[in-house]
């Protein structure tokens, strides 16, 4: 079946520091591949996607690459604020699937002034 | 622009009740889905629908019913509320496709006592 691993919070950064968050995948097809953000007491919300494989998706300053090869997704940010600081999922979708998306377990991230 | 809107937001339960959790969505989207949120456990899906008259189990669907028999409405039924069922509840909702971004509401933060 379908899983996405993420690397395991908090990651507490300073700001204007550089942010990797990992993200591997498994699936059956060939997947599109998401990055959520979920703001303190809200619901989720796409930060952004890649469709299909060497994509890079990018928003806010953030970007991932979609790398068949290694079937990863991690996303980065050259520097961080303060009003980073959420929780990251990264899913997929599976079109050999219900398309319904799959989510990593999620990494929290703090960032301090 | 309404988008997901679930309620209540808040609801505190005694062991062996039933509720209902509203799900609405106001954008003709095929798709609708149910998650929970438990800390360090990420999103897991409970149970889903492909369109109106069609519901399937996710990963965790003991406890839970569904249906659906409007594009716009999705309800989440616990039939008999335990303790193990205290967790965050999500709903999301997403246009037909692998590509599709999924929208989430507010959440329901549930309490079984």
């Known amino acids: 079946g379908n899983s996405v691993t993420q690397m395991e919070g908090p990651v507490t950064l300073s700001e204007e520091a550089f942010l990797t968050i990992n993200c591997t995948y498994t699936?059956?097809?060939?997947?599109?591949l998401f990055w959520y953000v979920q703001y303190p007491g809200e619901g989720l919300q796409l930060l952004l996607k890649?469709?299909?494989?060497?994509d890079k998706g990018s928003n806010k300053g953030f970007e991932a690459t979609y790398r068949k090869e290694t079937t990863s997704f991690h996303l980065e940010k050259g520097s961080v604020q303060v009003s980073d600081s959420a929780v990251y999922f990264c899913?997929?979708?599976?079109?050999?699937?219900?398309?319904?998306?799959?989510f990593g377990r999620g990494t929290s991230l703090i960032v301090h002034p | 622009n309404a988008g997901v809107t679930q309620t209540p937001k808040f609801q505190v339960l005694k062991t062996g009740q039933s509720m209902t959790l509203q799900c609405a969505q106001d954008?003709?989207?095929?798709?609708m889905s149910w998650y929970r949120q438990d800390p360090g456990m990420g999103l897991r899906l409970i149970h889903y629908?492909?369109?109106?008259?069609?519901?399937d189990q996710g990963e965790v669907p003991n406890g839970y019913n569904v249906s659906r028999s409007t594009t716009e409405d999705f309800p989440l039924r616990l039939l008999s509320a335990a303790p193990s069922q205290t967790s965050v509840y999500f709903c999301?909702?997403?246009?037909?496709?692998?590509?599709?971004?999924?929208?989430f509401g507010q959440g329901t933060r549930l309490t079984v006592v």
């Open positions: 999301a909702s997403s246009s037909r496709g692998p590509n599709t971004e999924a929208f």
């Open positions: 699936a059956t097809g060939y997947p599109s």
């Open positions: 890649a469709t299909k494989a060497d």
């Open positions: 899913a997929l979708s599976d079109p050999g699937g219900s398309y319904i998306p799959t």
């Open positions: 954008m003709n989207h095929e798709y």
């Open positions: 629908s492909v369109g109106a008259g069609i519901t």
